[in-house]
């Protein structure tokens, strides 16, 4: 029953303007075991169930791009045991999701200051990576050790050693050529920014590149975040007037045009 419903609600969903980037905060873990006086770690583990289906729904509606928070460059604060749980999960997910991934055309892509992360989670992203890199239906991108800054900074480092080695002139960087230094190059920009939890705030997530997201903010805590939920963000989504800077009347005669 809920599969069909589910199908239903995906024929809502205008297949013409779905986001070719979506990026999800996915937050609420913590506050999700603690309503149920379990612990934190509890609420990580339930919200693996919700990446699963998040990732399945994308692949379905086929967007191109999904980008996951999953671990912050401020979440290495938190206290050790914590730290060493989500980068056991995240193992795990990575051993356990690699056939899917693969058997769905998905690959998989990390971006962050990745060798903060141990050894072994760094080979499993290399060795998933590598496997999945013929997936040419979906990319599924994990933001792991990231900071938005941090990003922004280590493209200004690159592209300085580019221009001193004469391989860049600095009159010719414009935005583009800058995007080619992210973490994400080669990345559409993210058309939708969901946020779990009733936060609004980006916590320091793909600030360079959000400039012109839309932003959704749901008070879903990240575990209970499931398909129907996915489709509610992306339905509002197509209501939203994207206006880019115009007036909504140049943007509807630019729609008239574009009908023409
Ligand atoms: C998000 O849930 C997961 C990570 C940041 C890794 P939280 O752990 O932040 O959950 P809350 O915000 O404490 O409820
Ligand atoms: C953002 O959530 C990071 C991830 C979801 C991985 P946080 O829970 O760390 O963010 P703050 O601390 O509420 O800003
Ligand atoms: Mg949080």
């Known amino acids: 029953m809920s599969e069909i419903r589910g199908t239903q609600a995906v024929r809502k969903i205008d297949p013409e303007k779905l986001p070719r980037h979506l990026a999800v905060i996915m937050d609420g873990n913590g506050r999700w075991a603690e309503q149920r006086s379990l612990p934190r770690l509890a609420g990580h583990q339930a919200g693996v169930e919700s990446v699963r289906e998040v990732v399945r729904t994308c692949r379905e509606l086929e967007i191109p791009v999904l980008t996951l928070y999953a671990f912050s460059r401020e ?3 938190r206290p050790p045991w914590e730290v060493r749980a989500l980068m056991g999960l995240l193992s795990r997910y990575l051993r356990s999701e ?7 055309g998905i690959a998989l892509k990390a971006i962050g200051d ?3 992360l ?6 499993l992203l290399v060795r998933t990576g590598a496997e999945t890199a013929t997936g040419r239906e979906m990319v599924l991108n994990l933001a792991l050790s990231y900071s938005g800054r941090a990003e ?3 493209a200004v480092r690159h592209l300085i050693r580019d221009v001193q080695q004469g391989r860049v002139e600095p ?4 935005e583009p050529l800058f995007s080619r230094y992210l973490y994400t190059a080669g990345l559409p920009d993210p058309d939708l920014l969901i946020r779990t939890s009733g936060e609004f705030r980006l916590s320091d997530f793909l600030t360079y590149q ?3 997201a839309e932003i ?3 008070k879903t805590l990240w575990p209970d975040f499931r398909k129907k939920d996915l489709l509610a963000a992306i339905g509002e989504f197509q209501n939203r007037e994207r206006r880019f800077g115009l007036t909504g009347e140049q943007i509807r005669e630019k729609k008239t045009l574009s009908n023409r």
Do not use: G
């Not at 690699?98 to 769905?104: A, G």
């Not at 141990?118 to 080979?123: A, E, I, L, R, T």
């Not at 009159?171 to 414009?174: A, G, K, Q, R, V």
């Open 216 to 218: 959704y903010v749901t």
């Open 98 to 104: 690699i056939r899917e991934l693969k058997k769905n």
């Open 152 to 154: 922004v900074l280590q």
């Open 75 to 77: 979440n290495w604060s």
């Open 210 to 212: 959000s400039a012109y």
């Open 171 to 174: 009159d010719l960087i414009d």
């Open 114 to 116: 990745l060798e903060k």
């Open 118 to 123: 141990p050894q072994k989670v760094q080979d």
